[in-house]
């Protein structure tokens, strides 16, 4: 297994984009993280999203990994999280071909998003899932 360290982030409900970087230790280059929601489930009728009553995810814990040579090769990813409404990630995807990601994401990166955790979105102060947009980058 991998070594990884957990990155406390602490943000304000309002704030729907949040930008951390983070040095990785083999390699001087600099992560660069950020993300914001974009949508609610098709199955739980219109996006909720920037409506009165709807308040983000607030990130309470992103585990990243200490060593992925293969994204200094890739240099960026766009990504998308389903958080469920306990704020566990409940599923990921790539914005680009192979949607299931490539090797390096399915190695490196996914194992760690699926650690991440949420203060659950909510909608009319229930707790609600909802996808997460994310872009990486070096």
């Known amino acids: 297994m991998h070594a990884f360290r957990y990155l406390p982030i602490v943000v304000a409900p309002a704030l729907l984009l949040t930008m951390a970087a983070w040095a ?12 914001h929601p974009v949508g609610t489930p098709e199955f739980m009728g219109p996006p909720k999203i920037g409506q009165p009553g709807f308040v983000p995810p607030v990130a309470e814990l992103i585990a990243m990994p200490t060593r992925a040579e293969c994204f200094s090769v890739k240099g960026i990813g766009e990504y998308e999280a389903l958080i469920a409404a306990d704020g566990t990630v409940a599923s990921i995807h790539s914005h680009h071909d192979p949607v299931d990601g490539d090797h390096c994401e399915r190695t490196y990166l996914f194992p760690y998003i699926a650690q991440w955790r949420f203060k659950p979105a909510t909608y009319a102060g229930k707790p609600t899932p909802v996808f997460m947009w994310f872009g990486l980058g070096l």
């Open 24 to 35: 990785w230790a083999a390699d001087p280059a600099v992560l660069v993280l950020s993300f």
